[in-house]
């Protein structure tokens, strides 16, 4: 699917992986305008950057994202997806990479997110994002550590 088709089918809803490939695609570019087409319009719908407050609403995390991209557009790719997916819900926890400018050069973080989208009757759309802070080293999925509920 084309770039230009992705973007169309985030703009309308798509499907919760279309809108997913939207946003980082809209991250990857610094384009607020079809990263926000990726948002819910809602007032409830929230953003938790790496070590940042809660942001609620969409006039909060347009504002967040205008103040990153005019640092540049930010090189984070998803991997590593895990789903859990209902006919109207959708949370994918991924592993973004981040590519990061140090003195050495160019080097990558690890940052896990949560993403949260709705299917509504405009489609699907994210609701939520959730980063972890970012680490230098990716992180193993270990199935058979110990789990701890809080």
């Given at each position: 699917m084309s770039t230009k088709t992705k973007l169309r089918a985030a703009a309308?809803?798509?499907?919760?992986d279309d809108v997913e490939t939207a946003f980082y695609?809209?991250?990857?570019?610094?384009d607020i305008?079809?990263?926000?087409a990726c948002w819910a319009d809602d007032d409830e719908v929230f953003c938790v950057h790496p070590g940042g407050p809660r942001l609620v609403g969409t006039g909060a995390i347009r504002a967040a994202f205008e103040q990153m991209f005019a640092n540049g557009a930010i090189h984070a790719r998803p991997a590593?997806?895990?789903?859990?997916?209902?006919?109207?819900?959708?949370?994918?926890n991924?592993?973004?990479r981040v590519e990061v400018l140090t003195a050495q050069g160019p080097r990558h973080a690890f940052v896990l997110a949560t993403n949260?989208?709705?299917?509504?009757?405009?489609?699907?759309?994210?609701?939520a994002h959730h980063a972890s802070p970012g680490s230098a080293h990716e992180p193993d999925d270990d199935n058979n550590?110990?789990?701890?509920?809080h």
């Open positions: 309308v809803g798509g499907t919760a695609e809209a991250l990857q570019r610094g305008e079809a990263l926000m590593r997806v895990r789903k859990v997916e209902s006919l109207a819900s959708a949370v994918h991924v592993l973004e949260v989208y709705h299917k509504t009757a405009q489609g699907w759309h994210l609701v550590a110990r789990q701890t509920l």
